[in-house]
């Protein structure tokens, strides 16, 4: 797969030249995931961006009962940037592991890499930017619901704003997506 080309068409509306995707090109590492490796441990720095390709994977926090509570979903075509903004904003390591639920093809560059780029081209800045306020977008989705009232209320309003989810992930996670017990979530799931 030509993952510039990928790029440009998953991202057309930015309109990357080909000179653009070409600096881009030589900074982009593709590499290849299996089930249950890593593109991110908790008590690291978030240094790197990763496009999920082909694959699912999924951010989780572990609880005090050392069980993973479920953060972010990862699939291509909606959710596909692999990448912990807290940490990079805040300069902090990781509170997060993003793990893949299944094999995957990842391209990544590190943030560091490209930010040398900035002067000269301007425009990757405005990628980033970009990106951010897609995490924002689903910043707000997320925090809708989970202050929705009921079980019902959250399982609907994620199937109505990530409708895949259902399809790519174990009940389980969603529901620790959620916040809800997951038998709960298989009762009131049950009735739709």
């Known amino acids: 797969m030509d993952v510039l080309q990928y790029i440009k068409k998953q991202y057309s509306h930015f309109n990357l030249t080909e000179h653009e995707l070409s600096t881009l090109g030589k900074h982009i590492t593709v590499t290849h995931y299996k089930r249950n490796d890593f593109f991110l441990r908790e008590d690291n720095a978030s240094l790197k961006m990763g496009l999920l390709i082909s694959g699912t994977a999924y951010s989780y926090k572990m609880n005090d009962n ?95 704003q990530m409708p895949k989810v259902f399809e790519l992930f174990p009940y389980v996670q969603i529901a620790s997506y959620l916040g809800i017990h997951r038998n709960t979530f298989r009762r009131v799931f049950s009735k739709h």
């Open 66 to 160: 050392g069980e993973e509570v479920v953060d972010s979903f990862f699939y291509p075509d909606q959710q596909e940037i692999l990448f912990d903004y807290k940490s990079y904003f805040k300069g902090t390591s990781s509170n997060l592991n993003i793990k893949f639920q299944e094999e995957a093809v990842v391209s990544f560059f590190y943030i560091q890499d490209i930010k040398t780029l900035y002067d000269d081209f301007p425009r990757f800045l405005q990628f980033e930017l970009l990106i951010i306020q897609q995490e924002f977008l689903y910043a707000i989705h997320r925090n809708e619901i989970l202050h929705a009232n009921t079980a019902e209320e959250k399982i609907k309003l994620l199937q109505e």
